[in-house]
């Protein structure tokens, strides 16, 4: 089955969610809440795909202008997503597996793996990479 793309069904979209350019941190969490929705959406639609990938990319830009990262770890990208985001270490045991391992992790005593990388990844909706070195 070929998706098609509708654009009255994306203009309609466009129209209820009024995405643009992110200037505040109120309006990237209300962004990331939104693409947070369509990203655990089964069955989406390629109109909410673009709809998704257009708050990605309008996500992105924010906080790479508000958080500039430099030379970064995996340890440091981590502290600064869970800090961007208001998360705890608990927030992140369903990710890791246990409380162990992410208090292991945010401390640095332990290097994320390959696997939790990716599991970060699609957690904070950012490519694996960041968290592997």
């Given at each position: ?8 069904t ?8 009024k ?9 990237n969490e ?6 947070e929705?369509?990203?655990?959406r ?9 709809l998704?990938?257009?708050l990605l990319?309008?996500?992105?830009k924010?906080?790479?202008e508000?958080?500039?990262m ?14 961007a985001r208001d998360?705890?270490?608990?927030d992140?045991?369903e ?5 162990e ?5 945010v ?7 390959l ?10 909706h950012v ?6 070195c």
């Amino acid at each position: 089955m070929t998706l098609t793309f509708n654009p009255e069904t994306y203009a309609s979209l466009l129209a209820q969610y009024k995405p643009k350019v992110i200037k505040t941190d109120e309006e990237n969490e209300q962004a990331i809440a939104l693409a947070e929705e369509l990203a655990h959406r089964e069955n989406r639609t390629g109109e909410e795909s673009a709809l998704f990938d257009l708050l990605l990319a309008l996500i992105e830009k924010y906080e790479d202008e508000k958080y500039p990262m430099g030379d970064s770890t995996p340890h440091s990208m981590l502290l600064h997503l869970m800090e961007a985001r208001d998360l705890k270490q608990a927030d992140l045991e369903e990710i890791l597996g246990s409380s162990e391992v992410v208090s292991e992790v945010v401390s640095g005593k332990r290097e994320i793996s390959l696997v939790e990388a990716k599991a970060l990844g699609e957690f904070f909706h950012v490519e694996p990479e960041l968290f592997s070195c």
